[in-house]
């Protein structure tokens, strides 16, 4: 079985602020995307410059938009036959269109 590259200690601290990084920029574009402050669209645009959003899981941003959790941000990836583990860099354009089509019809009929 193949080992695992040994990494140096700068390495290794090199990785885990990259790693915390990203994680700050994800949770803070939730943050945004929950508050209003920013919209799906704008989310899945910048994502296609952003490597951070861009490996974020569809199903981890549906959750987080408001009106939406786990369980219907699940049911709504199963209506659209997008797989749970889809990150956002792996929708294709029909994937994309049918999403962003569908949660804007859910936010025009909620009052």
Known sequence: MP???TLSSEQRAAALRRAAAVR???GQARAELKSGKLSLTELLDRAADDDALAS???SAL???LPGYGKVRAGALLDELA???TRRVRGLGPRQRAALLARVEQTAESQP
């Open 82 to 84: 997008i797989a749970s």
């Open 3 to 5: 080992q695992a590259p």
């Open 24 to 26: 700050a920029d994800r």
């Open 56 to 58: 974020m899981r569809v």
């Open 62 to 64: 549906l959750a987080a």
